[in-house]
């Protein structure tokens, strides 16, 4: 299927964190771009989703979450898991894209319910072997991009 170039209304301030392309009837798909988050090690982690929201969130909605893990070792995990203040919610299944010598990229599936609970949390961390969490700013970026999509 492919997507218009015509681009949806953006708030302000959002357009750096997210991309909108206008689908027809469907709605809009929008790409998250790349959010970080480390472990308390440092390792990195980064994630971006890609979804199609038409001003109601239906509970058979979801998203793809695209994620690198940066480590100097191959680590593997069988799940994903959203960890909020309220909610611990698990992906379906992962799916390795590809490996280099820098990362390795995985793609999953994720509700699109859990997800915009995910982009409110005060405390949001994601579990892939280990506990990653985003940086203040981060969180604040996750905040803008949840008010910028789902208003």
Known sequence: MACSPFR????????????????????????????????????KMSIDFTFIYNGKVAVTDSATLNFSVFLPKARKAEKLTLKTENISKTSGQITKIFKDVNQI???????????????????????????????????????????????
Do not use: C, W
């Not at 790409?31 to 440092?42: N, Q, R, T």
């Not at 859990?114 to 892939?128: E, G, Y």
């Open 8 to 43: 949806g209304s953006v708030k302000k301030g959002t357009s750096k964190l997210f991309e909108t392309f206008y689908i027809g009837e469907k709605g809009t798909q929008y790409f998250i771009k790349p959010l970080f988050l480390e472990d308390v090690a440092k390792n």
């Open 105 to 151: 990229r995985f793609s999953t599936r994720v509700s699109l319910s859990d997800l915009k609970i995910f982009l409110m949390a005060k405390q949001p961390s994601i579990l892939f072997d280990k506990e990653y969490f985003p940086k203040k700013s981060t969180v604040k970026k996750m905040h803008k991009i949840k008010n910028g999509v789902f208003y």
